[in-house]
């Protein structure tokens, strides 16, 4: 069973940066992170599930982002450790929310931005940014 495991969240001041983790564990057997779409949604609180950040290795190595976000956070993956991340600058207030590590297999890119194309999701991590 894939398991994604977050952390790297917490408190900071607008203007300010964060590096989101996400170590990647139970692969199937054969199966590498090559193998698998990863990404980040985040949840403001009473608010949906949103895509900000998701990277197909197959797509010679293309990642896409949310508006929103695009220009500021930055998703990088270390293969060879299992690990993705997310830096995140400039952060604003809005940014606030509960992020979420995802991972999925045969994602076509009309889904890469839809969270119930994902196979598996983390805990997620608090992200709070004060103003």
């Known amino acids: 069973q894939v398991q994604l495991v977050e952390s790297g969240g917490g408190l900071v001041q607008a203007g300010g940066s964060l590096r989101l983790s996400c170590v990647v564990s139970g692969l199937a057997s054969g199966r590498t992170l090559n193998n698998y779409a990863m990404g980040w949604f985040r949840q403001a609180p009473g608010k949906e599930r949103l895509f900000v950040a998701a990277n197909r290795w197959r797509d010679g190595r293309r990642t896409y982002y949310a508006d929103s976000v695009q220009g500021r956070f930055t998703f990088s993956r270390d293969n060879a450790k299992n690990t993705v991340y997310l830096q995140m600058n400039s952060l604003k207030p809005e940014d606030t929310a509960v992020y979420y590590c995802?991972?999925?297999?045969?994602?076509?890119?009309?889904?890469?931005?839809?969270?119930?194309?994902?196979?598996?999701w983390g805990q997620g991590t608090q992200v709070t940014v004060s103003s």
């Open positions: 995802v991972a999925g297999m045969g994602l076509i890119t009309s889904s890469i931005q839809i969270g119930a194309a994902y196979d598996y």
